[in-house]
T-cell receptor
Framework: GAGVSQSPSNKVTEKGKDVELRCDPISGHTALYWYRQSLGQGLEFLIY????????KSGLPSDRFSAERTGGSVSTLTIQRTQQEDSAVYLC??????????????FGPGTRLTVL | GDSVTQMEGPVTLSEEAFLTINCTYT??????LFWYVQYPGEGLQLLLKATKADDKGSNKGFEATYRKETTSFHLEKGSVQVSDSAVYFC?????????????FGKGTKLSVKP
């Protein structure tokens, strides 16, 4: 079946512009996670959704970052007024649910964001 | 807070050599432990996992044993192949709450030469 998909695969933007990154999780997966992979910081957790709710937004690096999920499916990560330190690969993962017993997270291919 | 420390890379080995990548963790709860692999140009994939102490996860010839007494989850393979060249990430998560997000080590790049 279809895996997690992300778009765009690559995004180059100028400092100060806003960007939107999209994630399509595996059908039926209620939990969705955003991570960031950068050279200096490794893989960092940003935010997760259980259904359309994001109970904990403390992993977002600044108030320029926001995310939403609609219909329990597609999620969008928005970065406003991008800075050069936002350059990274943004990864999305989904799993059957976020709580309880172990549920494997399946990762998308990522969006490589470059801020000039 | 919870964290994962894994050996710095890069690691370069010849084909058929023995591989060990060290991983230690700190966790406030009782974590589940994972190794993820990222092959060149591909996304992260789960390689193996262990959910309780003394469990051994294994896949594709790789093994790791959950050692609670030493808070470790070292990855081993007896004979590496060129196709094993990738970046390997040790990770943990603590379930029982409402989150289940993964906490990753910084990754170890493995290059296997023929």
């Amino acid at each position: 079946g279809a895996g997690v998909s992300q778009s765009p695969s690559n995004k180059v933007t100028e400092k100060g512009k806003d960007v939107e990154l999209r994630c399509d999780p595996i059908s039926g997966h209620t939990a969705l996670y955003w991570y960031r992979q950068s050279l200096g910081q490794g893989l960092e957790f940003l935010i997760y959704f259980q259904g359309n709710s994001a109970p904990d937004k403390s992993g977002l690096p600044s108030d320029r970052f926001s995310a939403e999920r609609t219909g329990g499916s597609v999620s969008t990560l928005t970065i406003q007024r991008t800075q050069q330190e936002d350059s990274a690969v943004y990864l999305c993962a989904s799993s059957l649910e976020a709580s309880g017993n172990y549920n494997e997270q399946f990762f998308g291919p990522g969006t490589r964001l470059t801020v000039l | 807070g919870d964290s994962v420390t894994q050996m710095e890379g890069p690691v370069t080995l010849s084909e058929e050599a023995f591989l060990t990548i060290n991983c230690t963790y700190t966790a406030t709860g009782y974590p589940s432990l994972f190794w993820y692999v990222q092959y060149p140009g591909e996304g992260l994939q789960l390689l193996l996992k262990a959910t309780k102490a003394d469990d051994k996860g294994s896949n594709k010839g790789f093994e790791a044993t959950y050692r609670k007494e030493t808070t470790s989850f070292h990855l081993e393979k007896g004979s590496v192949q060129v196709s094993d060249s990738a970046v390997y990430f040790c990770a943990l998560t603590v379930y029982g709450g409402s989150q289940g997000n993964l906490i990753f080590g910084k990754g170890t790049k493995l290059s296997v030469k023929p």
